[in-house]
């Protein structure tokens, strides 16, 4: 017995010739004298190394069960045993296999029988294991003996693997969740410090900004660098204020409470690019939003998504003379429903498609178009929440369109990733 294989089978049997055809049949002489080359051609029994079984031989049901503890206790348990069902004065083979399968459980075993001692029914009601039982009627077929043989001892070793790795598995299982644990605890963690410092930081960078102002009013109209020096400090002032409201929205984004309902986000699209035409009068734009844009989600959040794919449509089309932005669905399915947002700006390299979904990574020169770099990290998380996702499509020069998808139907609550996929 090997630790991939068990070719140990018991024969539980009073009557001694038997014992004498299985070891014929299975045991060390394979070429005996009453099965020889010419008998097993004639049988079609097919060759085999003399040591393929190692066959044991009890003669009642309490000596075979001694012989099943003894095996087990010393890690060499038997893989199959064959069962006579009449043992006189003994236990009878149905007594003796409930009887096995309390010392062994994983023992296979196969009833031999002459007689109908007991209907099938009456036998699977007693044993009630029926994975591991078959019958088979006396006198034997070499080959269906034979067969049985090989496929128990063979399904007894696939069986044992199959327990082992289980418990590998649930091995792995148990420190999978150990480690999601500490790394979700290490994660509130980041998202409690990220939050806290935001906070901390709205404080001073107000004061810098506000001080910076009364001093440039201070100095009015005075030559020099010290104006254009505070004009730098002013922008990056406010450049920090983005970026912590911008942390503060994701770590709100991880943190909130879904409560979806069905939307219309069309009305929301229509909303914003008028607030964005108030805001740049001369601009000359051509906004197009397709009716009936329905999703299931958290209005606010969804609010907030729509906002920033909108707003990076309208930021990297401002150089084109005439700026065009379609808003729209590009499928509906059962499960899904996809939209987009489409623009003629500057677009971008697909090469370099990978960089737009990092926290502050950014494609273009912030004096080109000016940024935080986490408009779409907020969406994609927003996304994520919903159980949808967001990605793009661009050319360099011929503008970009950015897909996201979300379930039709209410999604299954969905953990936020630590990892977004955005640019802006």
Not at 33 to 50: E, H, K, N, Q, V
Not at 185 to 193: A, I
Not at 197 to 206: E, F
Not at 313 to 328: C, D, N, Q, V, Y
Request: charged residues 25%.
């Amino acid at each position: 017995m090997t630790r991939d294989s068990n070719n140990r089978i018991l024969l539980i049997d009073d009557t001694r010739s038997i014992h004498e055809d299985f070891r014929k049949i299975l045991g060390t002489q394979c070429a005996g004298p009453d099965f020889g080359p010419t008998d097993m051609a004639l049988f079609d029994i097919p060759p085999r190394p003399a040591s393929e079984f190692e066959l044991v031989s009890a003669y009642q049901g309490r000596e075979g069960l001694a012989f099943v503890k003894e095996a087990a206790e010393a890690g060499m348990p038997f893989a199959m045993a064959f069962v006579d069902m009449r043992m006189p004065p003994g236990w009878d083979g149905l007594e003796t296999v409930q009887r096995l399968w309390e010392a062994d459980p994983r023992l296979q075993v196969v009833i031999c029988t002459a007689y109908s001692d007991h209907p099938w029914e009456e036998v699977l009601e007693r044993l009630d294991v029926q994975d591991r039982l078959l019958i088979v009627k006396k006198p034997f077929d070499i080959i269906e003996v034979s067969q049985l043989a090989r496929a128990l001892t063979a399904k007894w070793s696939l069986a044992r693997r199959a327990d082992e790795q289980k418990k590998e598995l649930e091995v792995l299982v148990e420190h999978l969740r150990a480690s999601e644990s500490a790394l979700r605890y290490k994660s509130q963690e980041l998202e409690g410090f990220a939050n806290s410092v935001s906070h901390d930081l709205q404080s001073p960078l107000a004061t810098i900004g506000s001080f910076a102002g009364l001093l440039q009013s201070e100095l009015g109209d005075c030559s020099g660098n010290a104006l254009h020096y505070l004009d730098r400090i002013r922008a990056g002032t406010m450049l920090g204020q983005k970026l912590v409201d911008g942390l503060l929205t994701l770590t709100h984004i991880a943190r909130a409470e879904l409560q979806l309902e069905p939307l219309d986000i069309a009305p929301m699209v229509r909303q914003l690019t008028l607030d964005l035409q108030d805001a740049s009068p001369d601009r000359k734009a051509v906004v197009t939003v397709q009716p009936g844009l329905r999703v299931h989600g958290d209005a606010r959040l969804m609010r907030i998504a729509i906002r920033n794919l909108v707003e990076n449509a309208w930021k990297f089309s401002s150089r084109r003379e005439a700026t065009l932005i379609e808003i729209g669905m590009a499928l509906e399915t059962c499960e899904q429903s996809t939209f987009f947002v489409r623009d003629n700006g500057c677009g971008f390299d697909m090469a370099d498609a990978d960089q737009l979904f990092h926290n502050f990574h950014r494609l273009h020169a912030h004096h080109d178009f000016p940024g935080t770099g986490v408009g779409l990290v907020t969406v994609s998380r927003i996304m994520a929440r919903h159980g949808g996702r967001v990605w793009a499509d661009s050319v360099a020069g011929e503008g970009s369109t950015f897909y996201f998808s979300l379930p039709t139907h209410e999604p299954a609550p969905a953990v936020a990733p630590r990892q977004a996929q955005a640019q802006t």
